[in-house]
């Protein structure tokens, strides 16, 4: 993946390659954290965050990642973009929650079909231990995830409006039961061996337990930026255009709540490196303006 030897044939140690722009990885450090999840199981986190910039008093600004589907592996690797809100001061965490593979082949079995509400509460108490042991407040946490990570943010969303300031949910799969319940959708029948069948029973009430759309209540909600694809053949943008219209209707706050639907992308964003920043860019000013930190050096700095 990187390369070891440079082209004047100098070494370098393995792992890493040269980043461009002034970029100095001894400013940064990274950590593995724990969080005892709500039957006690230990849910790893990785965490990064520039040290001379952050406190740990509980005043510094997070966002706090997830996944946890499809035995999908979140490896904590390096992605420029991240450090425009680093080298702001933001401490950047993923939850490695059940239903990915980090953890094994039980970690997934453990967050799949009748077991999948623990990828939420695990995510649930990540964000917790991290506030418990003074990393960020409820008034500086920002949560992020797309596609089934945009559903573990409905899910989250709905059950703990409460524990976030904002999230950001991308090309979320929020309506599950009613997708789920269509063979005629491609996707569908193949997706009954991570979601179940709710043809039956059991299923049908457990989906729709915890499927977004169907749980959204007159309640307050943190800030929320939505985006779709309008040509998502993965998750159609109905699915999130249909959450947004619920939180509007039923929601009790003034909060921000934004729908993003790309006209010309599909389920992976708009192609090409720039469109891809651009979209982070826009992503990362949202979060800023929710935490009251967007300034007009900032944003054009972005």
Avoid at 16 to 42: C, H, I, M, P
Avoid at 246 to 256: F, Q, S
Wanted: glycine share 8%; charged share 25%; with cysteine.
């Amino acid at each position: 993946m990187f390369n070891t030897t440079s082209a004047t044939g100098t070494n370098r140690a393995p792992g890493f390659s040269q980043v461009l722009g002034g970029f100095d990885v001894s400013n940064y450090v990274t950590e593995r954290k724990w969080a005892a999840a709500s039957d006690g199981t230990q849910i790893p986190m990785s965490v990064l965050y520039r040290k001379d910039m952050v406190k740990l008093d509980g005043s510094d600004p997070m966002l706090l990642y997830g996944y946890g589907s499809y035995e999908i592996c979140i490896d904590p690797t390096f992605r420029g973009s991240r450090f425009s809100l680093v080298d702001r001061g933001f401490i950047y965490v993923i939850a490695h929650i059940r239903g990915g593979g980090e953890m094994g082949r039980n970690w997934y079995e453990d967050g799949k079909l009748l077991k999948k509400k623990n990828t939420f509460t695990d995510f649930i108490a990540c964000a917790e231990h991290l506030i418990e042991n003074k990393y960020c407040t409820k008034e500086k946490l920002c949560i992020n995830g797309r596609s089934a990570g945009g559903l573990l943010m409905g899910a989250v969303l709905n059950m703990r409006p409460d524990l976030f300031k904002a999230a950001v949910a991308g090309v979320p799969f929020v309506d599950v039961l009613t997708t789920m319940l269509d063979p005629t959708i491609p996707l569908t029948t193949a997706e009954w061996e991570e979601w179940g069948d709710p043809r039956k029973e059991e299923y049908y009430y457990y989906m729709k337990s915890y499927s977004p759309v169907d749980n959204v209540k007159a309640q307050d909600y943190p800030h929320i930026l939505v985006t779709a694809g309008l040509n998502d053949p993965r998750v159609m943008y109905s699915e999130p255009a249909k959450f947004v219209a619920k939180l509007r209707e039923l929601k009790t706050d003034d909060n921000l709540l934004l729908f993003k639907c790309e006209l010309g992308a599909g389920h992976f964003s708009k192609s090409g490196r720039f469109e891809k920043l651009r979209e982070d860019a826009f992503t990362y000013a949202f979060i800023l303006k929710a935490l009251g930190m967007m300034t007009p050096t900032t944003a054009s700095s972005l």
